[in-house]
Nanobody
Framework: QVQLVESGGGLVQAGGSLRLSCAAS?????????????MGWFRQAPGKEREFITG????????DYADSVKGRFTIARDNTRNTVHLQMNSLKPEDTAVYYC???????????????????WGQGTQVTVSS
């Protein structure tokens, strides 16, 4: 089993920044095996479906971003600390949502972009951007 814990959410004014973190742990995660998991960040706003915003391959070589966050958000991972981070700059009120970290075992350096590809999820962290 894999556990994912997000942190770093909060309230910020439009134009501000936040950095989310996701810490991975569990029986199948170790300093070695975390590097075999592709990671992703999704978000869900009230009344809307959960959507992909960014993902990173197991080694960190490959990343992908939704158009809505491209150029503003940056994903990075630290395989020595079993963590993945999401740096969010130039935040907008429409970025308000619960942000979820997700993981999937990966045999290659591709990025997964759909919810169905990720079997492991965190509980989410609230990000609220005021205008």
């Amino acid at each position: 089993q894999v556990q994912l814990v997000e942190s770093g959410g909060g309230l910020v004014q439009a134009g501000g920044s936040l950095r989310l973190s996701c810490a991975a742990s569990g029986r199948t995660i170790s300093t070695f095996t975390f590097s075999t998991f592709a990671m992703g960040w999704f978000r869900q706003a009230p009344g809307k479906e959960r959507e992909f915003i960014t993902g990173i391959s197991r080694s960190g070589i490959t990343t992908d971003y939704a158009d809505s966050v491209k150029g503003r958000f940056t994903i990075a991972r630290d395989n020595t600390r079993n963590t993945v981070h999401l740096q969010m700059n130039s935040l907008k009120p429409e970025d308000t949502a619960v942000y979820y970290c997700a993981a999937r075992f990966s045999g290659d350096n591709k990025v997964a972009v759909t919810l169905q590809e990720y079997p492991y999820w965190g509980q989410g962290t609230q990000v609220t951007v005021s205008s």
